[in-house]
């Protein structure tokens, strides 16, 4: 069954079928969309007393429910100035060190930093032996995603790519999966160095979108990079919103070496909230 799954992504048409359902999700068909999201809380179990808004009718499309905002208050931030936020919910799927410029993806394979980075080894060198993290998010989650330290935008990486499903079978399964999905790469300067965000698209994802820029979509399907502040100076504190899934998918974060450790409460498989502790970061 896990074999069909894997088989059946290779031979779907990925874009296309993300852009169809990019257009249900904006679709402001009022008996449409309150279906598909009262089908969607039940079948998840989506916690709506966490929300902003339990009203389905406060929501424009599915696209406003699944990027909703909670109540004031929902997600407290970890204490300490030097705790490091974890920047969504969902689960940790790998968490450790970067070797030899080599990420763990899943059990017996792992995948190149370079290629992640969309071949930019000079960037790549910045996070040699440091730190990654690769949070799932699955349908139920909240899907606004936020900044673990305060930091300033120095370049956004648009890379092209597959849309793979990114749950726990497929990364099992597909090779170098979260170095050929389309994603996002966001190069941020905190206190401590430079670090970076990674917004990984996958199957049916309708968009991921930035607080700086919008709906991240490029007018070609090639490596697009803006840099900051030459466009204009970005600055997000700690525990701020920094971007958004359209649908689920997962974020990556990468810290280079000696600036942060992970707490060892954490490993695969454990959950995640966003704004608490996931970290320790190492003072310099």
Request: hydrophobic content about 40%; proline content about 5%.
């Amino acid at each position: 069954m896990q074999a069909a799954f894997i088989a059946l992504q290779h031979l779907l048409p990925q874009h296309l079928l993300s852009r169809l359902m990019g257009w249900l999700a904006e679709c402001r068909w009022r008996w449409l969309k309150n279906l598909w999201i009262s089908l969607w809380i039940k079948h998840f179990q989506v916690d709506m007393s966490e929300a902003e808004s339990s009203d389905l009718d406060a929501y424009p499309n599915f696209n406003t429910f699944f990027t909703r905002a909670l109540k004031e208050g929902a997600r407290p931030l970890a204490d300490g100035s030097d705790a490091l936020l974890c920047p969504a919910d969902g689960a940790i799927s790998q968490l450790g060190r970067i070797g030899n410029g080599r990420i763990f993806q899943a059990k017996g394979r792992d995948y190149s930093l370079v290629e992640l980075l969309g071949g930019d080894r000079s960037l790549a060198h910045t996070f040699d032996d440091g730190h990654f993290a690769t949070i799932y998010l699955s349908p139920r989650d909240y899907h606004r995603v936020h900044m673990p330290v305060t930091g300033t935008l120095r370049s956004m990486h648009y890379i092209p790519g597959k849309l793979f499903s990114v749950n726990a079978t497929t990364a099992a399964r597909v090779p170098s999966l979260f170095a050929r999905n389309e994603r996002a790469v966001c190069i941020f300067e905190g206190d401590n160095g430079p670090f970076a965000m990674i917004l990984v698209g996958a199957m049916i994802v309708a968009g991921i979108e930035t607080v700086w820029d919008g709906q991240v979509a490029p007018p070609t399907r090639s490596v697009q990079v803006r840099h900051y502040p030459d466009q204009r100076e970005i600055v997000l504190q700690r525990g701020e919103e920094m971007g958004r899934f359209k649908l689920g998918s997962t974020v990556i974060l990468l810290f280079g070496r000696d600036q942060i450790s992970w707490l060892e409460s954490f490993q695969a498989g454990s959950p995640t909230r966003m704004g608490e502790a996931l970290g320790q970061i190492t003072s310099k």
